[in-house]
């Protein structure tokens, strides 16, 4: 009898443990950047090789990833992404971002203080030495421009679809329901990825804007030849994460990622 109620016990506890352990595990936020350098991450600017960080764009300065123009005399269509090196499916992340300073010349209007962050991104090294944008769904970031409203947190689609409220949206960017953020104020940006399925855009913990299936666009020439080498897939599961640089400087900290169970 006694043997009997031990054995119960210990499948009771185990039982009783095992969701709390795997809530755990869901729960940890692991951070991708580590502060003191760019270990971990790939720069790919538009003209270049994968690795080549085009006049230090990108670098860490106080604790901070930093987009830099101080060495350019003007942009030259020099877009450029800096890719982490994992694949993600099912994730949140989050991370804080601001505007600094002036936009660098000859970059175009629309580029004014304006980031974001790509993922279910192609690899870096699968990308066309001239392409502007890896395919991948983009996580909009955009600053106040001082006199009116201009909503941040947007989603925009180089290569891509998404389907919104059932329907599917070929257009390039579409707008969230944010406020203006103007200035040089830390924003705190967080995207729920679950695969192909949902996906929600946060901005200082409000949710402003949501979609789902994510897919490679058959009219793209770049989503075209993805689509090929997928064997006619279209829908996006994972892929990489990259930070943008457009044009005009802005800062990065605090970026974690939590995975989750499928």
């Known amino acids: 009898m006694v043997r009997y109620f031990l054995l119960m016990l210990l499948f009771t506890v185990c039982v009783l443990s095992t969701p709390a352990q795997e809530k755990k595990a869901d729960s940890a936020w692991v951070s991708l950047f580590n502060g003191k350098n760019l270990d971990g991450w790939t720069p790919k600017f538009a003209g270049h090789e994968p690795g080549d960080n085009y006049l230090d764009t990108f670098r860490v300065e106080d604790g901070v990833l930093k987009v830099a123009y101080d060495k350019y005399k003007q942009f030259d269509g020099k877009f450029g992404h800096l890719f982490y090196k994992d694949k993600f499916s099912h994730y949140d992340l989050r991370l804080e971002y601001r505007f600094l300073g002036e936009q660098v010349k000859a970059a175009p209007t629309w580029a004014l203080r304006n980031s974001g962050i790509m993922f279910h ?142």
């Open 121 to 262: 991104c192609q690899a870096p090294r699968s990308m066309r030495k001239e392409q502007d944008f890896p395919v991948s769904i983009e996580y909009q970031f955009l600053g106040g421009p001082g006199k009116g409203e201009r909503a941040t947190g947007n989603m925009c689609s180089p290569g891509t679809n998404v389907v919104i409220n059932g329907k599917l949206v070929t257009q390039h960017c579409v707008n969230s329901k944010s406020k203006t953020y103007p200035g040089d104020q830390w924003v705190v940006a967080e995207l729920q990825v679950r695969g192909s399925g949902k996906i929600k855009h946060l901005i200082n913990g409000a949710v402003v804007m949501e979609y789902e299936q994510p897919q490679l666009d058959p009219k793209d020439k770049d989503g075209a030849a993805l689509i090929k080498a997928a064997n006619g897939k279209l829908l996006l599961e994972e892929g990489y994460i990259a930070l943008q640089a457009e044009s005009h400087p802005c800062e990065f900290r605090k970026i974690e990622v939590r995975v989750l169970k499928n």
